[in-house]
């Protein structure tokens, strides 16, 4: 549909009243544009099972309207779409309509439901009135029109929303809690590489942010990582040779191969870059190479480098140190990335340190060979980041007297918490607020300062100065040379290295590519999930779940990696606790299985303005919700459900086999029905009938009566309301197949051990007396109420309502469906609760208006 | 066999409060009752509004039973002041007949 | 001919799937002859079935298609419109009913209503075999509509066609429009006279050229089909000849009258619902209820008079639906009129649906007394002078016996059909067993008959009140609009058909067709019989009728017959 376009009516609502009144107005010759919130038209009454009085099959007569209104030349069905404002104009109205992102693309999707059994999220299935889940990408239901898959995403999840490197946190997880561990890895190259040394190393802030953290504590993210790190590791130990499939014909130099220089060499070639990274010590890796054994296992952190470097157009250049970036250009590298990172300066010491057993930290983590003679040795590290922090484990774990001094308050110390206990609770002594001259005792003096930026290589270029500007594409005032890392913004952590890089890398390709950095957007995930609005979604009740207990090697003091891979099953069972925050998690595996690559995560919500002569409001109902009706139970007894849940049961496409009671699955032999809940009832609020339960509740008991003919119903009741042509008789055939008929509400339920319940009456026909009767199975039949987001498009407009909240006919006597406004009119239940046949001639009288409507305006009066 | 004597409920309503009328027999207040005399309070209801004298004087016990706990206004669908109207009735038989 | 046939089963979720083995019937069939691509499907209705038959006919180029699975009554449409848009004529589609004539038929013995099915497949496929393309007649459609009726119904309903551009001619054989509206007093909810509805209407009408009102008039001959309707109507002494598209009958109710002593009626204080309101309309004196020159102080109403009568022989079974609403509604009028009134009312259930609730609501509030009884022990009326006694058994006292002394007895009529014996005559419209007119489905299609064209709307397709009478009225009109506003329609080729080489020119026919569709005509050197396509239903019966054969309906033709009944017994034939 383009963006702006005119037709002669608005049907807002796909029910049976939206559709009646669109197939007759579009027989007429009138231009409909049908718009339907969900992603399948049909309404409440394609779910039914079977309906009353002549017991036709529901679906049966709903799928030819529906196929008929997807079909009909003059009507335009507007799916998964929100009428959000409609204004007056001249002598017509305009509306804004929002199409949701549903993230497939309907001209290639063929609903054949891939993507729905590979999706690993689940979420409530509210075609089933929750009584089993869905997933988060679905098709509405086998009868859909249009039969197209959505994915329901809220938003991005909080934990992949705060990750640097825009790892899908949410996506392993998920992928986890399903056993797919494999695909979790392949998910985690999609973002960024050293899957093994961010799980040993990362600071999770996923885990700060998980949902959750409020609760009894986050999801173990990072344990999960590590497990799945683990688990491809065992399978691979080394990786396959990886050849992209279009190698571009551009160098790209990489100067310095720390955790920054190898990620961009990482994207760079995925991309199809010919790489070559320059390094002029001995090995990959820069200062990963100095975190200690027992934090970062070495063949853990060799093995992702290995990853990087298995695609062959990677070069690695070692022991070889670029002097002169102009040089570099004469090579044919067509764009630089410098990540030199940082370096050690002994030159810079204080005075006082010019001793011969100083030794600076750096060093001390890079020479192990002088790690023998700190036995029993008494040791002081001076200093206060992480890198000090290592130094003094390493120096207790050769058996040294460590303390750690540091010249201000703790607070003021760089190194992460968990370090500092950690260093404390293996036996350093911490010392604050010391001074270097005052030092005593010290067999060793081991100095750590943050390192700075390496800016060896600019002297005598351009950009030579003390510090390395880049904008925000990390590009230099030179447009070829880009940078990232610690070299553009000192001593950090690994997230900013990795996460600088992947946008210098992103840059790099728009650059060689001509295109204007400007013109793309980096980042451009949907906004984070905000915390009330998945409160809401859970009705404030999180189910409840285990806190995290981490597996941690007993002898700490070895030089063993002290933090242990948990078990499969443990991680799935943490796994399970995920909350699905944003909805879809991303995890991808539908964008692998579609066979038409219908998928597409960069579809965003779209606005429509059209504008229209006349617009018809069919709405729909709402369910009561028996869960006010607290002394019912509700929600708190299993084996009471409420009517649409028992339609549903009953319906061809059920989510049982067979009818059975929820707590056991045992086949009921003897249910209850109760009538009039939600409605006639002052005390919630609805003192009017809703007019269809008595016979709703006639047409369940005969169908169960059908599928379990030894069990006994009985209905409760205040009057049986069966009023319409052939309903009286209904009634009678009910009374005929043994359906017990008890004057007398239900006031009260209870619960036995044995889940049965027990109902507190008064048998008012019979004797009048207060009795109580046990049945296996209750069926509330809950009232209809109005649906209040009729209203919602009205906001400069005024759509009168009457006193029950239902949109109000001005005269329903001589003019129904005819409400406040001019042109505007209402069809079905959005008026007042009706059944359908009652919704059916509302919605030929709408149309009747409508028409009369358009056809007085195009005479002109 | 009982005798209509709507001449009853104005003796007994002393204002617009005594809205026993407003009862549709649904039977939630009896069902809730936990005194369980059966005649409470429906049914006692009934009697007054049909005017039923000789019966309501029968009940008197009944009548005073009544805790007066309000579970079954508590549900009652059409709001009558079962507490206000008991207490109306158990007046009115104070008066009339017990000769208080 | 067709020989590249598409066969398609349904499972039909279950409905059929349970009881026939639907992959069995796939695979039998398959190997048919003619069967060039055969499948199942979960739901052929649906819309992504659908796509796939249209991509299986376009991509294999199939020239004709079966379709087992439910009645024709349901998706008969569907998949012809289905078949058109894969490019496929509609008549070389043949629908099978596996569900309705099979497997709901024989929920009991799984092997042999497969074979049953298998059976009806085969036959479908010879059906289809045998087919020739067929294309729809397009008859031009008079934008102008009849209705029969003057009552609220109709009289909106000729505002709604005329607001739409269609001209409304209103029969109505009284000498005066309004219908039950003129006498029925104050209405709910807006607390105004029925006839001062009628007179906005009569306003409003009055200022349109495209209304007409006939009033002494009835219908007395009817010609035509569906959008070219010839009606001789007979207007006081004049005699006239419409020609409209449509027909829509609102002939509405007449009140249930009780027969002499049924619940006390013929004694003076014994009332109709309906008389009791036109008393509360002319009550004068302020602050009171007079009836007879009498105060009126005590009221009972005993509800379902003439309704809901399942014991009673020929009698109405079916709810009145308006009563419950209109006895509570009226007693609060007969309330504004005295407040110190005692009413009583003697119901089976209250119905009073909807927002009517209020109604019950605020006559309990105000006051009125309820009292329940059952079919199977009415009230017992007994009188004394002018005073009436009731006896009831009342339910909601576990049977107690009351006694109810009362001034006035007024007893809740229902509503009953009209007769009509006269129009139903001559439009042949069907009727249900409650005497109404039958609408096709009372589901989804309320307004329309199985005759084309002829439309049904108000109380005359069953009781209802004044609001829901008006919107069925304007579904009618909605109807007949979307019916005729393309200026055209297209009737079903499925006609009878003569071979005219068979014909000897006999006339034996002429008596058969019900719809005066066979005529005679001169062909080269005979005389042979023609039909009339506009008129013709394809009903048939002329068929068996000549002793030619000469006569067969195109889509069901002899040859398509007999090759039916040939598959159908093949086994039969191979023993």
Known sequence: MSDYKKFDALVVGGGIAGMESSILLGDMGFKVLLVEKESSIGGKMILLSKVFPTLDCSSCISTPKMAATAAHNNITVLNYSEVEEIKKKEDSFTAKILKKASFVDPAKCTGCGQCELACTVPLLDQFNCDLIPRRAAYIAFPQAVPKKAVIEKFGTSPCTFVCPVGIKAHGLVSLSRSGKFEEAYLLYLEDSPMVGTLSRICSAPCEKRCTRNQLEGSIPIRNIKRYIADKHFESFPTPQKKEPKNILDKKIAIVGSGPSGLSAAYYLAKKGYKVTIFESSDKLGGKLQLIPEYLLPKNLLDRDIEEITSYQNIEVKLNTTVSSLGKLKEDGFEAVLLSTGTCHDKGEYPDVLKQKNVIDAISFLQNKESYEALSSKNVVVFGGNNIAMHCARVALRHKANVSIHFEKDRIDMSASKKEIDDAVNEGAKLVLNSQLDKLENADFIIYSIDPKPDLSLLKGSELESSSLKVNEFQQTQIPWIFACGDVTSGHSNILKAISTSKKAAFYVDLFLNNIDLHSEKFDDRLPAVKPNEIKERYNSSFPKHMQFLPHLRADKLSLEEIEQTISEEEIKKYATGCLDCGGCSECHQCVNICPANAIDFSIRPVNYEVEVDTVIVSTGFKLFDASKKEIFGFGRFPNVIDAMQMDRILAPTRPYNAVIRPSDGKVPSNIAMILCVGSRDKKVNNNICSRVCCMYSLKQAQLIMGALPVADLTIYYIDIRAFGKGYEEFYHQAKEMGIRFVKGKVARIEEDEESNLNLFYEDIEEDGQVKIANHDMVILSVGLLSNTSAFEPFKDLKLDSDEHMFVKEVDENIEPAKTSIDGIFVAGTSTAIKDIPDSVLHAGAAAAQAAGYISKKRRGL | MIKVNSGLIDKIKIDENFNASACFNCGTCSALCPVGFDILPRKLFRYVLLGDEEKILESTDQIFSCLLCRMCEEQCPQEVNITENIRLIRSYLAKSKLGV | ?575
């Not at chain 3, 294999?60 to 490019?87: E, W, Y």
């Not at chain 3, 042999?112 to 036959?123: M, N, P, Q």
């Not at chain 3, 309004?178 to 006498?183: H, I, K, M, R």
């Not at chain 3, 107690?400 to 014996?421: F, H, R």
């Open chain 3, 1 to 575: 001919m067709s020989d590249k046939i598409g066969v398609f089963v349904c499972y039909c979720g279950g409905n059929i799937s349970d009881f026939v083995d639907v992959e069995k019937v796939k695979d039998t069939i398959s190997g048919e002859e003619g069967v060039a691509f055969a499948k199942t499907n979960m739901f052929t209705c649906s819309d992504s079935a659908q796509t796939e038959m249209i991509n299986a006919i376009k991509e294999k180029n199939l020239d004709g298609i079966v379709i087992a699975s439910c009645s024709p009554k349901l998706h008969l449409k569907t998949f012809q419109n289905m078949a058109q848009r894969a490019g496929l004529n509609p008549y070389q589609y043949t629908q099978v009913n596996i569900r309705e004539q099979c497997s709901w038929a024989h929920t009991h013995n799984k092997e042999a209503a497969t074979e049953k099915a298998i059976d009806l497949v085969r036959a479908g496929i010879a059906k289809t075999r045998n087919s020739i393309p067929l294309n729809p007649l397009r008859v031009n459609t008079v934008n102008q509509a009849l209705i029969i009726g003057g009552g609220i119904s109709g009289l909106r309903c000729a505002l709604a066609l005329s607001e739409m551009g269609i001209f409304a001619h209103v029969v109505e054989k009284e000498s005066k429009i309004g219908g039950n509206l003129n006498d029925i007093g104050i209405i709910f909810p807006d607390h105004k006279n029925g006839y001062e509805l009628i007179e906005e209407l009569e306003k409003d009408i009055k200022k349109r050229a495209n209304i007409n009102i006939y009033t002494n008039a009835k219908l007395i001959k009817k010609q035509g089909s569906v959008g070219n309707f010839e009606c001789d109507i007979v207007s006081g002494n004049e005699k006239l000849t419409l020609n409209v598209g449509s027909i829509i009958l609102t002939t509405g109710f007449k009140p249930y009258t009780p027969e002499p002593n049924e619940l006390g009626y013929g004694h003076p204080n014994v009332i109709t619902l309906v008389d009791f309101k036109k008393l509360l309309s002319n009550n004068s004196k302020k602050g009171e209820l007079i009836f007879n020159g009498q105060r009126v102080r005590e009221i009972t109403y005993v509800y379902c008079v003439g309704s809901r009568e399942s014991t009673k022989e020929d009698g109405n079974k079916y709810c009145s639906r308006y009563c419950c609403s209109a006895a509570n509604y009226t007693s609060l009028l007969a309330f504004d009129i005295d407040p110190k009134l005692k009413q009583y009312h003697i119901y089976r259930d209250i119905r009073t649906y909807g927002k009517y609730e209020e109604y019950y609501e605020e006559n309990l509030r105000r006051g009125a007394l309820f009292f329940k009884y059952d079919e199977e022990n009415p009230p017992d009326i007994s009188s004394k002078g002018e005073r009436i006694k009731i006896l009831v058994k009342d339910r909601l006292i576990a049977k107690d016996d009351i006694l109810i002394p009362c001034d006035l007895l007024v007893l809740v009529n229902g509503m009953v059909a009209n007769e009509n014996a006269e129009l139903n005559n001559i439009l042949k419209t069907p009727i249900g067993k409650d005497k109404f007119y039958n609408e096709i489905h009372p589901k989804l299609r309320p307004v329309e008959t199985v005759i084309d064209g002829i439309f049904i709307a108000g109380t005359s397709q069953g009781p209802k009140n004044i609001s829901e009478s008006v919107t069925s009225s304007m579904a009618a009109a909605s109807k007949t609009a979307s019916l005729l506003i393309k200026g055209y329609v297209n009737i079903e080729p499925t006609i009878a058909h003569v071979i005219e080489e068979k014909c000897t020119g006999c006339k034996l026919c002429e008596h058969s067709c019900p719809y005066e569709a066979i005529s005679f005509v001169n062909k080269t050197d005979k005389v042979i019989a023609d039909i009339n396509p506009a008129i013709c239903k394809g009903c048939g019966g002329c068929v068996p009728d000549c002793p030619e054969d000469a006569l067969e309906v195109l889509g069901y033709t002899h040859s398509q017959i007999n090759s039916m009944i040939d598959s159908m017994l093949l086994e039969a034939k191979e023993c």
